[in-house]
C-alpha cells in the first residue's frame, strides 16, 4: 500500500485529491496548521490529519518520515512579494531538500497555466521559480499546470453566480481573458494517474502537463455562464484598464482576502489556455470534461445566504 503525503489537503482542490488517493486504497497524510481545516477529509477512513507548519523544515521532514510520495497543492492567490517567494519559491526548495535528506524521490507538483520567469505578476514569476527549484532538485517529478478549477465549492463560477444574485450589473476587469477552465476532478484524476504512473504509455516523470478543458472562454462569457445557471444572469459591463486597475487597487484594501488585485490582473494580461508545448490530460488517461455540462450540475443547487454562510466558514478552500 502506498503512503502519500498531501502538503495542501485541506483546500479545493485537496479534498478531491484525497478522496481519489483514498479509493486506490492508498494512505493519505493530510497536514494542517489547525485540524478543524481539515473536516472535509478526515471522515475518510485512510487520511490521518495531522498538526503541523509544513513551513518549518523540521516539522516538513518528520512529516515526510515513512511515505512514498508527496503531493505539493500549496498556493496562493493574493500577497506580497515575499509572501509569494515563501509559498511558491521557499517551500518547493524545503520540500526537494528534505525529500533528498529522507530518500523520497516521488513528487508531483501542482503549478498553473502560463506561468513563466518574466511572466507580468508576481504570482506567475514566483511559480515559475518554484517549478525551477524542484527540477533542479533530481528527483522524480511530475509538474501538472491547471487552467483555473471549477467545480462544486470553488471560490469562481459560485462567486460569480452570488454576485450576480444581487448586482443590477457586473462592472468586470479583464472581461477579455481568455481561460480553458478545467474541472476540479480532472485534476484529482490527473494527479492519480501520475503517481499510479505504470498503467501510463509514458512515464509521467520528469514530465510538465497542461491541465486544461476543452472549452476556451472568456472571464465575461464564464460570469455570463455562472449568472445563467446560478442566479441570474446580469449585463457584464467591461472596465477599461484604468478602472479595471482601480477596482482592483479598492478590492485590495478592503478587510479579508479580496475578490480581485492587481496582480491577478496582471495575471490575466496573459492567456490562461493550453501552449501545446507539453502533454495533455490525454496522456494522462484523463478526458476532460466540459465547463458547460458540469456548471449546471452544482451552480445554484444553494440559495445565496447558504453560499455566502459557506463562503464565510472556508467551504470555498
Same mark, same amino acid.
Do not use: Y
Given at each position: 500500500m502506498k503512503n502519500i503525503l498531501v502538503l495542501g489537503g485541506t483546500g479545493f482542490i485537496g479534498r478531491h485529491v484525497c478522496e481519489k488517493l483514498h479509493r486506490e486504497g492508498w494512505r493519505i497524510t493530510v497536514p494542517t496548521r489547525r485540524a478543524l481545516n481539515a473536516a472535509p477529509v478526515q471522515h475518510l477512513p485512510r487520511v490521518t490529519v495531522i498538526e503541523a507548519d509544513v513551513h518549518d523544515p523540521a516539522?516538513?521532514?518528520?512529516?515526510?518520515?515513512?511515505? =512514498? &510520495?508527496?503531493?505539493?497543492?500549496? &498556493?496562493?492567490?493574493?500577497?506580497?512579494?515575499?509572501?509569494?517567494?515563501?509559498?511558491?519559491?521557499? /517551500?518547493?526548495?524545503?520540500? &526537494?531538500? $528534505?525529500?533528498?535528506? =529522507?530518500?523520497?524521490?516521488?513528487?508531483?507538483?501542482?503549478?498553473?497555466?502560463?506561468?513563466?520567469?518574466?511572466g507580468p505578476s508576481r504570482y506567475q514569476r514566483s511559480k515559475a521559480r518554484g517549478e525551477e527549484v524542484l527540477r533542479g532538485a533530481g528527483l522524480d517529478l511530475t509538474i501538472l499546470r491547471p487552467s483555473v478549477v471549477f467545480g462544486a465549492g470553488d471560490r469562481f463560477l459560485n462567486l460569480f453566480a452570488r454576485l450576480q444574485a444581487v448586482l443590477p450589473?457586473?462592472? /468586470?476587469?479583464?472581461?477579455?481573458?481568455?481561460?480553458?477552465?478545467?474541472?476540479?476532478?480532472?485534476?484529482?484524476r490527473a494527479v492519480v494517474a501520475a503517481l499510479r504512473d505504470h498503467d501510463l504509455p509514458m512515464s509521467s516523470v520528469g514530465q510538465t502537463f497542461e491541465c486544461a478543458g476543452p472549452d476556451v472562454l472568456t472571464l465575461a462569457d464564464l460570469v455570463r455562464l455562472a449568472g445563467r445557471h446560478g442566479s441570474r444572469e446580469r449585463p457584464v459591463w467591461p472596465l477599461p484598464d484604468f478602472l479595471a486597475r482601480l477596482q482592483a487597487r479598492v478590492m485590495e484594501l478592503a478587510?479579508?482576502?479580496?475578490?480581485?488585485?492587481? =496582480?491577478? /490582473?496582471?495575471?490575466?494580461?496573459?492567456?490562461?489556455? &493550453? $501552449?501545446?508545448q507539453w502533454p495533455g490530460l490525454a496522456a494522462l488517461g484523463v478526458t476532460p470534461a466540459s465547463v458547460h455540462s458540469v456548471a449546471p450540475t452544482y451552480l445554484g443547487q444553494r440559495g445565496v445566504r447558504s453560499q455566502l454562510l459557506g463562503y464565510r466558514h472556508g467551504a470555498g478552500r
Open positions: 516539522q516538513l521532514l518528520d512529516l515526510l518520515s515513512g511515505h =512514498d &510520495a508527496v503531493v505539493n497543492l500549496v &498556493a496562493i492567490l493574493h500577497g506580497s512579494e515575499d509572501d509569494f517567494e515563501r509559498v511558491h519559491v521557499e /517551500l518547493p526548495l524545503s520540500l &526537494a531538500e $528534505t525529500c533528498a535528506a =529522507d530518500g523520497v524521490r516521488r513528487i508531483v507538483h501542482i503549478s498553473a497555466l502560463g506561468v513563466s520567469l518574466d450589473v457586473v462592472p /468586470l476587469a479583464g472581461a477579455g481573458a481568455r481561460f480553458q477552465p478545467v474541472w476540479v476532478e480532472d485534476v484529482a478587510p479579508g482576502e479580496p475578490l480581485m488585485s492587481r =496582480d491577478n /490582473l496582471a495575471s490575466m494580461s496573459v492567456d490562461n489556455v &493550453a $501552449t501545446h
